[in-house]
């Protein structure tokens, strides 16, 4: 199994809608990171974050530490989302997840 | 400010062929680190460097990966007699600071092992 588990591994939705990403981990972690991959493979850091709840834009990120539970959300979603997210943990190190594609269709 | 850069963009090397990957990071960002992404997969680690130290190398595959930052700045990953199982995007990122720092990350190295 896995130490960083994503989910769904693909998703396909429609332009406008509220898209939820889901990251559970089962290492200790110092924080959670959500990335973000274009095709062509350049990465974009989403978000870092520890505790609690960050937004920036239409893009949410969410953790519960007790839980080792993690959500990226997009609101009112639009085809330049379309992109591979990638959930990371770090503690002394970066453990990766295998990633969601997402597609927004127009 | 520039990014962090990395050369080649694409390398095709035939098996048994030595080949060199440069990262150029953030100027003044004191950590740096190598990652693997196979097709399909996720990053995985391969080694971290804080300044010049080569802090952790644990993640490289084989004795035949071999990364260097001799003046903490440039680095570069050599991987000697390629196979095709080394064929991947090889991912160089950096930071100011440890895994609890946000990492920028270059564009990657798509090589392909014939």
């Known amino acids: 199994k896995n130490e960083v588990e994503q989910s769904p591994q693909n998703l396909t939705a429609q332009e406008g809608e509220f898209i939820t990403i889901n990251c559970s981990y089962s290492v200790g972690i110092s924080a959670l990171h959500w990335l973000q991959q274009h095709p062509g493979g350049g990465i974009v850091s989403l978000f870092m974050l520890s505790s609690g709840k960050k937004k920036h834009g239409r893009l949410i990120a969410t953790i519960n530490i007790q839980e080792k539970h993690s959500s990226l959300h997009i609101t009112a979603s639009h085809p330049r989302d379309s992109a591979v997210y990638i959930c990371a943990v770090s503690n002394n190190d970066m453990r990766f997840g295998a990633g969601t594609r997402l597609t927004v269709k127009p | 400010g520039a990014g962090v850069s990395q050369s080649p963009r694409y390398k095709v090397a035939k098996r048994g062929q030595d080949v060199a990957l440069r990262c150029d990071p953030i100027s003044g960002h004191v950590s740096l680190f190598w990652y693997q992404q196979a097709l399909g997969q996720g990053p995985e680690f391969l080694t971290y460097?804080?300044?010049?130290?080569?802090?952790?190398k644990s993640g490289l595959p084989s004795d035949r990966f071999f990364a260097e930052r001799p003046e903490g700045s440039v680095s570069t990953l050599k991987i000697q007699r390629t196979q095709q199982e080394d064929s991947a995007v090889y991912l160089c990122?950096?930071?100011?600071?440890?895994?609890?720092?946000?990492?920028?990350f270059g564009p990657g190295t798509r090589l392909l092992v014939l």
């Open positions: 460097f804080q300044n010049e130290a080569q802090l952790d």
């Open positions: 990122a950096s930071s100011w600071g440890t895994y609890q720092e946000t990492q920028y």
